[in-house]
């Protein structure tokens, strides 16, 4: 059964009908994993984006906002049942959110098929780059092969020879080692998936420490890095092994993870040591409203309520169609908390990206701090197989 968590109404009481049809409001539906192992992921999507439409009062185009969010549980099926529902009973035009790659794919036909449009706030898989791209589906995140792409660009810099790969077996993981091995030209010892949600490494960890590579490249998102990061530790291994990821470790299992995550290196497009006013402000914004420091996914969160925002004022203040909208979306130019943004043809982002290391700031807090920037304006690889169904709006 779905579990429904809340409609929350930002702005004037609930109204009947359509949202496109009412002029002073705009429904938006939410997914994320708001329940299980990957529930703090989910928790950080909307949080964000709860903050960006708070500041915009509460309005998103000018629209009073009625966002209705729903939990996918972890679970594809529950992310396709909350997809269907939005789009056939609530009737919203717009569905956004999402922080699995293995529930967007289940979620995502339901909303296009319906005419819809959809906004990935983090899941970002290869299928809908390349040619399974739609001109109705955009990623404010990234697509998953560019943080590890960009990883393995550095990893050849500093001469890493001889590379052990882990990761969770699911769509991300694949899409993970698939764009690290396409840049990364040194030699794979061993090359690991393991299930999803599992929480003890020790004979994987076992197997590492027998092979002693030059480095390890790891990817577990939510409970399973926590887990992950912390064993390797207590094993004496993450002295010995330099460890490396990408959009991992981020601020919301940093507290979790504590002092085993110091010295990991990753690659991504934000952080909150990131120097531009706006990010110094949602950060602070968001410490202040939530007492915690943002993370990856709640600054995309923040980008995307702004992003409709913007792209509603570009189409006249109104929703309009599927496509007038789509075509706002690729063309307007909004402020970011990462600074330079804008889409690929394929409607996935091009940005920066940056090497991180995870330190204590100031005030003691663990944080991915900016090392350097390892790619300028990066694109994902699958945007020359994206052939649109019609012309890009």
């Known amino acids: 059964m779905l579990k429904e968590i809340a409609t929350a109404l930002f702005g004037l009481a609930l109204m009947q009908g359509s949202a496109h049809a009412a002029n002073d409001q705009i429904k938006i539906g939410f997914i994320a994993s708001l329940s299980g192992g990957q529930a703090t992921l989910g928790r950080d999507i909307l949080d964000g984006f709860k903050l960006g439409v708070s500041s915009l009062d509460g309005k998103l185009g000018g629209l009073s906002a009625d966002v209705i969010t729903m939990d996918d549980q972890g679970r594809p099926d529950a992310g396709a049942q909350a997809a269907q529902k939005l789009v056939e009973s609530d009737r919203v035009p717009i569905v956004t959110g999402i922080n699995l790659s293995n529930v967007l794919l289940a979620a995502v036909p339901k909303v296009l098929d319906a005419g819809k449009i959809f906004l990935s706030l983090n899941a970002g898989p290869s299928e809908l780059a ?40 699911f769509a991300a993981g694949k899409d993970m080692v698939t764009g690290l091995k396409r840049t990364y030209k040194g030699k794979i010892a061993a090359e690991i998936y393991t299930q999803m949600g599992q929480l003890d490494y020790s004979a994987e960890l076992a197997k590492m420490r027998s092979v002693n590579p030059d480095a390890l490249f790891a990817f577990y998102p939510g409970g399973m890095g926590v887990n992950f990061f912390k064993q390797m530790d207590q094993a004496g291994l993450k002295g010995k092994i330099p460890v490396y990821s ?93 600074g330079n943004f804008k889409f690929n043809t394929n409607n996935f982002p091009i940005q920066n ?18 090392v350097k920037t390892v790619a300028t304006a990066y694109k994902d690889h699958y945007a020359s197989q994206c052939k649109m169904s019609k012309a890009n709006p």
């Open 353 to 370: 990206f940056y090497l991180f290391k995870v330190e204590k700031d100031k005030d003691g807090n663990l944080v991915n701090a900016v």
């Open 246 to 338: 990408s959009f991992i470790p981020d601020q919301d299992s940093l507290p979790a993870m504590g002092d085993a995550s110091l010295g990991v290196q990753s690659t991504g497009y934000w952080s909150v040591t990131l120097d531009n006013p706006l990010n110094k402000k949602f950060v602070a914004d968001f410490v202040k409203t939530y007492k915690r420091l943002p993370s990856t996914r709640a600054a995309v969160g923040y980008d995307g309520a702004r992003l409709i925002d913007a792209a509603l004022k570009e189409n006249g203040g109104k929703f309009g169609s599927a496509d007038s909208f789509a075509k706002a979306l690729h063309s307007v130019n909004f402020q970011s908390v990462r």
């Open 130 to 169: 390349g040619k399974g791209c739609s001109p109705h589906f955009f990623s404010v995140s990234h697509q998953n092969d560019t943080g590890p792409e960009t990883m393995g660009i550095y990893l050849n810099s500093i001469g890493v020879k001889n590379l052990y790969i882990m990761a969770a077996n």
